[in-house]
């Protein structure tokens, strides 16, 4: 599976989109791009995912690069309990799914 | 409809002790996973099992076994627990798609466990 790197922490304001970014410069052509997110203590939830086409859902917007060596997790208006770790993966087989360090997002009042 | 559970939600084991940590699911997925997570860490597997009568290991397997028992339970067990094994572990299921791609894993609340 590619790797991928996201920054350690980011913040932003209540009521705000939340942009959270991802690179993974060594995807392969049959790999998929997964955002899970894992609210304190909690077990991890499934955000979205997604191949080459940008992708909406209930919850987030995933865009992901022409080159898709990178992609943005949005979440469009920013909540309080959206607090928490994103994980970027990505992986041909999502029957292994590797966790990094992913991205600590703190929304602000 | 109650999706992943785990039991117990907290152990404390003495070093040498064995325990069985339980997970069941009842939407009906193929695929079921162990992980288990650190402090400040993210998420390692241990186990997985693709299919009812199937079990891979992961990245981390040594001092684990696992059971599936069948289609809704996947059973953990240390045989002889060590401090080092001191995680929250988390239970996950899924299905997948007619291409293969499996969709979102759905995880248990966890187990808590210290070895002491």
């Known amino acids: 599976d590619a790797k991928t790197t996201q920054p350690t922490s980011m913040d932003c304001a209540e009521g705000r989109a939340a942009n959270l970014p991802c690179n993974h410069s060594t995807i392969s052509g049959n790999e998929y791009v997964y955002w899970y997110r894992q609210i304190h203590s909690q077990g991890p939830q499934y955000i979205i995912h997604g191949l080459k086409n940008n992708e909406t859902n209930e919850m987030a917007s995933l865009i992901i690069t022409e080159d898709r060596k990178s992609s943005t997790l949005i979440l469009p208006h920013a909540t309080l309990r959206d607090t928490a770790v994103y994980y970027c993966i990505v992986t041909g087989s999502a029957r292994q799914l590797t966790f990094g360090s992913g991205t600590q997002l703190t929304v602000l009042p | 409809n109650a999706g992943v559970t785990q039991t117990p939600k907290f152990q404390v084991l003495k070093t040498g002790q064995s325990m069985t940590l339980q997970c069941a699911q009842d939407m009906n997925h193929n695929s079921m996973y162990w992980y288990r997570q650190d402090p400040g860490m993210g998420l390692r597997l241990i186990y997985y099992?693709?299919?009812?009568?199937?079990?891979d290991k992961g990245e981390v397997p040594n001092g684990y076994n696992v059971s599936r028992l069948n289609k809704r339970e996947f059973s953990l067990r240390l045989e002889s627990a060590a401090p080092s094994q001191t995680s929250v572990y988390f239970c996950?299921?899924?299905?997948?798609?007619?291409?293969?791609?499996?969709?979102?894993?759905?995880f248990g609340p966890g187990t808590r466990l210290t070895v002491t």
């Open positions: 996950a299921s899924t299905t997948r798609d007619p291409r293969g791609v499996s969709y979102e894993q759905y």
């Open positions: 099992s693709a299919s009812e009568g199937t079990t």
